[in-house]
């Protein structure tokens, strides 16, 4: 059974930082690129970053780019998202996602930036 499985949301104060880990199961994770999205309260799922099988190749959403690192480490099958200098902004649901066959979601870690 594909699977994804976010963790490491929580509450933090703006500037803060967090890691977001996303564990795959199920399928051969090194084969296929993987991306985090986010979804604010009352607005659209958005994508966040992408990142190729390697993890040679990246790419951001400008909002978090130089704040926000993707990377992934296919002997462990996850996907790792760490973010610094934390805005209000960021506040959302963040979920892992790829394409296997199927688009593949999991079920979302929640981030909440707030003092």
């Known amino acids: 059974q594909v699977q994804l499985v976010e963790s490491g949301g929580g509450l933090v104060q703006p500037g803060g930082s967090l890691r977001l880990s996303c564990a795959a199961s199920?399928?051969?994770?090194?084969?296929?690129?993987m991306n985090w999205y986010r979804q604010a309260p009352g607005k659209e799922r958005e994508l966040v970053a992408g990142i190729s099988t390697t993890g040679g190749s990246t790419n951001y959403r400008d909002s978090v780019k130089a704040r926000f690192t993707i990377s992934r480490d296919n002997a462990k099958s996850t996907m790792y998202l760490q973010m610094n200098s934390l805005k209000s902004d960021d506040t959302a649901v963040y979920y892992c996602?790829?394409?296997?066959?199927?688009?593949?979601w999991g079920q979302g870690t929640l981030v909440t930036v707030s003092s």
């Open positions: 199920g399928f051969t994770f090194s084969n296929y690129p």
């Open positions: 996602q790829t394409y296997v066959r199927r688009p593949i």
